[in-house]
T-cell receptor, first 116, second 114 residues
Framework: GAVVSQHPSWVICKSGTSVKIECRSL??????MFWYRQFPKQSLMLMAT?????????EQGVEKDKFLINHASLTLSTLTVTSAHPEDSSFYIC????????????FGNGTRLTVT | AQSVTQLGSHVSVSEGALVLLRCNYS??????LFWYVQYPNQGLQLLLK??????LVKGINGFEAEFKKSETSFHLTKPSAHMSDAAEYFC????????????FGTGTRLKVLA
């Protein structure tokens, strides 16, 4: 149980285009979803927290107009990287939680974004 | 505020040897603590969690961790390392009610030598 599906697993796009990444909780309803960015050989950097039906809460330094997050339902959240540039190339990971702070996060397998 | 410190960004052990990965936390509220494992180009998989029940927590793949409040530690151990244990390990802390963020440590890369 507690499977989170993230698509695509990798994507290559040209500079200036937009890319959408989907995160779905397959067998549970996620009250909260989190989007992380991971640089090579580094830890996870929290980008934003989203709750179903409300606007995402972005971490300091994360451009909300650049990284659009939509949490349309209790099982789906999307991250759109708008007008992507090479510096946006990274590994993006979503996670979902059912419940409060004592509930563990369940992670997707990540999306490797390369902007050329 | 909460924080997590993982001592040792790289740990090497011989196959069959004890694995010890260190994690110390700081939290102004009773913490919930987690260990995750990440294999290359994959997301994170939960190994175990502490949520104020038993202080010695057993997880998957033979791993366990002990919550020591006096030392503010939550070290991860495994009696005998396997080659398949080679991965990146992350310790994370989450707060009590009203504080839902997960704070991750910087990770420890475990290398298992044949």
């Amino acid at each position: 149980g507690a499977v989170v599906s993230q698509h695509p697993s990798w994507v290559i796009c040209k500079s200036g285009t937009s890319v959408k990444i989907e995160c779905r909780s397959l067998d549970f309803q996620a009250t909260t979803m989190f989007w992380y960015r991971q640089f090579p050989k580094q830890s996870l950097m929290l980008m934003a927290t989203s709750n179903e039906g409300s606007k995402a809460t972005y971490e300091q330094g994360v451009e909300k107009d650049k990284f659009l997050i939509n949490h349309a339902s209790l099982t789906l959240s999307t991250l759109t990287v708008t007008s992507a540039h090479p510096e946006d190339s990274s590994f993006y990971i979503c996670s979902a939680r059912q419940g409060t702070g004592s509930s563990p996060l369940h992670f997707g397998n990540g999306t490797r974004l390369t902007v050329t | 505020a909460q924080s997590v410190t993982q001592l040792g960004s790289h740990v090497s052990v011989s196959e069959g040897a004890l694995v010890l990965l260190r994690c110390n936390y700081s939290s102004s509220v009773p913490p919930y603590l987690f260990w995750y494992v990440q294999y290359p180009n994959q997301g994170l998989q939960l190994l175990l969690k502490y949520t104020s029940a038993a202080t010695l927590v057993k997880g998957i793949n033979g791993f366990e961790a002990e919550f020591k409040k006096s030392e503010t530690s939550f070290h991860l151990t495994k009696p005998s390392a396997h080659m398949s244990d080679a991965a990146e390990y992350f310790c994370a802390v989450s707060g009590g009610s009203g504080t839902y963020k997960y704070i991750f440590g910087t990770g420890t890369r475990l290398k298992v030598l044949a």
